[in-house]
């Protein structure tokens, strides 16, 4: 095993399964059957650009594990969505799907581009010929893919649409789609809300009163913006925020409606009155009671951890603590929240999308937050309930719970 100080993503992630099918005491045979990738593919994108040119991009689908249900996960576009960083996350949906419950395995697929520099007609034709690449794969009973960091509704749209050119009308091939697509109400901030919930418990076991709570949110995408607003509704004071370009802080707080403004005008939170400009190692490095990390993996390590004033980290984003980085806050006594708990809220409303396109039964906005809330309030329980009965950390249980019910799933179904 890696250096904790050097792990890869996968490593990371698989450093952690280790860990917990050593506590379980899972036989080694089974531990090798839910460990690796029932299938990888690789595939090439040509696409002709704007300026005639003939790029080709490389993609990839990583189907983890289906023993409780169809391969889950979204699609990202990104310059390092490798095949390691796809495969990493593709095992974190597998014990996160296992961890809140609901009947999805796990997935993941990825591109390697550059959204922000490619026009729409660029990012569409990008999007149906990698669909068309991975169709034979991915299917409402097989593989449901989902936005994922640069891609959005738009892009599942396009995809449900180059899916149906073979395979006929089926909106439930992937969610988060637009709602006049047969996308669920709730689902653009259902991560973001799911944060904001776990949060809410987690303080409570604390003893931190939300309205006297500060949160700092490095990135201010669909997850970070919706968890600064959720944070807000329920009396936390968000004293900061970023993107890539950098940060904006005010210790009174910042105003997020004129701030949602600025950044729609501008396309940055860079810039925005009445606050002062910061960069990122300053906001991650900010005395606060909640630090959400919402952006990429890595952010948080075991070079800067020692440097972390936050009382609690609330992993928005995947794997942005490392386990060098964890182990460095966990000495500091600083908790830590980890992503397949905290983020979970995406997938759970893409599982009510996915239910109600099956169904052709549309859901309405209570229904679905109810469930929402049920869900990673029961999750939420069930990690902590046994964090403190094992002296472990959250992570640990959350580990645990999560490769206990996959590995009981595959038991139960009979070996090979």
């Given at each position: 095993?890696?250096?904790?100080?050097?792990?890869?993503?996968f490593?990371?992630?698989?450093?952690?399964f280790?860990?917990?099918?050593?506590?379980?005491?899972?036989?080694?045979?089974?531990?090798?059957?839910?460990?690796?990738?029932d299938?990888?593919?690789?595939?090439?994108?040509?696409?002709?650009?704007?300026?005639?040119?003939?790029?080709?991009?490389?993609?990839?689908?990583?189907?983890?594990?289906n023993?409780?249900?169809?391969?889950?996960?979204?699609?990202?576009?990104?310059?390092?969505?490798?095949?390691?960083?796809?495969?990493?996350?593709?095992s974190?949906?597998?014990?996160?799907t296992?961890?809140?419950?609901?009947?999805?395995?796990?997935?993941?697929?990825?591109?390697?581009?550059?959204?922000q520099?490619?026009?729409?007609?660029?990012?569409?034709?990008?999007?149906?010929r990698?669909?068309?690449s991975?169709s034979?794969?991915?299917?409402?009973?097989?593989?449901?893919?989902?936005?994922?960091?640069?891609?959005?509704?738009?892009?599942?749209?396009?995809?449900?649409?180059?899916?149906?050119?073979?395979?006929?009308?089926?909106?439930?091939?992937v969610?988060?789609?637009?709602?006049?697509?047969?996308?669920?109400?709730?689902?653009?901030q259902?991560?973001?809300?799911?944060?904001?919930?776990?949060?809410?418990?987690?303080?409570?076991?604390?003893?931190?009163?939300?309205?006297?709570?500060k949160?700092?949110?490095?990135?201010?995408?669909?997850?970070?913006?919706?968890?600064?607003?959720?944070?807000?509704?329920?009396?936390?004071?968000?004293?900061?925020?970023?993107?890539?370009?950098?940060?904006?802080?005010?210790?009174?707080?910042?105003?997020?409606?004129?701030?949602?403004?600025?950044v729609?005008?501008?396309?940055?939170?860079?810039?925005?009155?009445?606050a002062e400009?910061i960069?990122?190692?300053e906001?991650?490095?900010?005395?606060?009671?909640f630090?959400?990390?919402?952006?990429?993996?890595?952010?948080?390590?075991?070079?800067?951890?020692?440097?972390?004033?936050?009382?609690m980290?609330?992993?928005?984003a995947?794997?942005?603590?490392?386990?060098?980085?964890?182990?460095?806050?966990n000495?500091?006594?600083?908790?830590?929240?980890?992503?397949?708990?905290?983020?979970?809220?995406?997938?759970?409303v893409?599982?009510?999308?996915?239910?109600?396109?099956?169904?052709?039964?549309?859901?309405?906005?209570?229904?679905?937050?109810?469930?929402?809330?049920?869900?990673m309030?029961?999750?939420?329980?069930?990690?902590?309930?046994?964090?403190?009965?094992?002296n472990?950390?959250?992570?640990?249980?959350?580990?645990?719970?999560?490769?206990?019910?996959?590995?009981?799933?595959l038991?139960?179904?009979?070996?090979?």
């Amino acid at each position: 095993m890696a250096n904790l100080k050097e792990m890869s993503p996968f490593e990371a992630v698989t450093y952690y399964f280790d860990q917990a099918c050593d506590r379980l005491v899972i036989r080694e045979e089974v531990r090798d059957l839910i460990c690796t990738s029932d299938r990888e593919m690789r595939v090439e994108v040509p696409v002709r650009m704007d300026n005639g040119d003939l790029e080709v991009f490389i993609g990839y689908r990583v189907q983890h594990n289906n023993c409780r249900g169809p391969y889950k996960g979204g699609v990202r576009y990104h310059p390092e969505a490798d095949e390691e960083e796809v495969r990493a996350l593709a095992s974190l949906m597998t014990w996160k799907t296992a961890l809140v419950g609901i009947p999805f395995g796990g997935a993941k697929g990825g591109v390697q581009c550059d959204p922000q520099g490619m026009s729409p007609r660029e990012l569409q034709t990008l999007t149906r010929r990698f669909t068309r690449s991975i169709s034979q794969i991915i299917g409402v009973n097989d593989d449901i893919p989902a936005p994922d960091v640069g891609t959005n509704s738009q892009t599942m749209a396009w995809m449900m649409s180059a899916y149906a050119e073979e395979h006929g009308y089926s909106p439930g091939v992937v969610t988060g789609k637009p709602l006049e697509l047969g996308g669920s109400v709730g689902r653009e901030q259902a991560t973001g809300r799911g944060v904001s919930l776990i949060i809410n418990e987690a303080a409570k076991d604390l003893g931190i009163p939300m309205e006297n709570s500060k949160c700092a949110i490095q990135g201010f995408g669909n997850v970070g913006s919706w968890t600064a607003w959720y944070l807000s509704e329920i009396g936390s004071t968000v004293i900061a925020v970023s993107d890539v370009n950098g940060g904006v802080y005010n210790v009174q707080g910042l105003d997020l409606d004129q701030l949602k403004t600025h950044v729609e005008n501008t396309g940055s939170v860079l810039g925005f009155n009445d606050a002062e400009a910061i960069t990122n190692d300053e906001l991650l490095e900010m005395e606060c009671d909640f630090l959400v990390p919402a952006a990429l993996g890595g952010a948080i390590n075991s070079g800067n951890a020692s440097k972390i004033r936050a009382r609690m980290v609330v992993e928005g984003a995947n794997n942005p603590v490392t386990p060098g980085g964890e182990m460095i806050l966990n000495d500091q006594g600083v908790t830590c929240l980890p992503d397949l708990l905290v983020n979970a809220g995406g997938v759970t409303v893409s599982y009510f999308e996915w239910v109600q396109n099956i169904q052709r039964f549309p859901w309405n906005l209570d229904r679905v937050n109810n469930a929402l809330e049920e869900i990673m309030i029961r999750a939420y329980r069930e990690v902590q309930t046994m964090t403190v009965r094992d002296n472990i950390t959250y992570r640990d249980a959350a580990f645990s719970i999560a490769v206990g019910r996959v590995a009981q799933a595959l038991e139960l179904q009979g070996l090979p």
